[in-house]
């Protein structure tokens, strides 16, 4: 068992353990990591825990130290300066005529790169349009293509439930979803009611999958499932979520 700290960084809900290094971290906190990007701010969503060695990334990494007034203007500082980037790259890509679309700008905590999130249908030749970003903003520049699910889970939005998208609220990591979730459930087919706004199939198809796929089974086998198992299922995946 290690004791560690969860922290969380911009566009990601995903928590990424590091050690506390002694100290005591209260969630909510706003501290300074060590990443494999360098040095960036987050913060924390699970104070000191103990967690068993095998569900880590060795070697852990340690708290650099807690974020200070002078740290948090900085990022502000930094998402004023995104913006107006934001702005010069989509005047450069109408330029050089690029098929993508720029979704997000985004500068490391130490503004040692800046790391540009675009869409396309296929691959794209920007070689042009970076040499013409770094002229300008005289630093590193990353363009990072990204998928339709990442999008939409970088802009945000309200999915059809009438709640804030799974992607941007709770959502770690995607997982697959295929269409036989959809048909074990009884659902319409129809893909403009079964697809979330980035037109994939629902992130909220996996939840319940687990409790039809043994009532699949249970039937098959001719034995009677457990009563209600979906309907548990389903009520434990959102009792998580107001956790969150």
Do not use: W
């Not at 990494?61 to 500082?77: P, W």
């Not at 790169?113 to 630093?139: C, H, N, P, Q, S």
């Amino acid at each position: 068992m290690s004791e560690v700290i969860g922290v969380r960084f911009k566009s990601s809900c995903k928590t990424y353990y590091f050690d506390p290094d002694g100290q005591k971290i209260a969630p909510h906190t706003h501290v300074i990591v060590e990443t494999v990007r360098g040095v960036e701010f987050g913060k924390t969503v699970i104070g000191n825990r103990q967690i068993p060695d095998e569900q880590l990334v060795s070697p852990l990494k340690k708290l650099v130290r807690l974020a200070t007034q002078e740290d948090v203007d900085k990022i502000e500082q930094n998402r004023v300066k995104e913006e107006e980037a934001k702005k010069i790259c989509i005047q450069k890509i109408a330029e050089h005529e690029l098929p993508m679309k720029l979704v997000d700008v985004e500068y490391t905590f130490d503004s040692s790169k800046i790391v540009f999130y675009f869409t396309a249908d296929g691959r794209v030749d920007f070689r042009e349009l970076v040499k013409d970003l770094a002229a300008i903003f005289r630093t590193r520049i990353e363009l990072r293509q990204i998928g339709v699910r990442d999008e939409a889970k970088m802009l945000g939005g309200i999915g059809s439930c009438g709640r804030e998208l799974c992607c941007v609220s709770f959502l770690g990591d995607f997982e697959p979803v295929s269409i036989r979730m959809a048909k074990d459930q009884n659902l319409s087919l129809n893909p403009t009611k079964i697809s979330g706004i980035c037109g994939r199939l629902m992130c909220c198809l996996k939840y319940e999958s687990d409790g039809y796929e043994t009532k699949r089974k249970a039937d098959k086998a001719g034995k009677k499932p457990s009563p209600n198992r979906a309907e548990q299922t389903f009520s434990a995946t959102f009792q998580e979520i107001e956790k969150e």
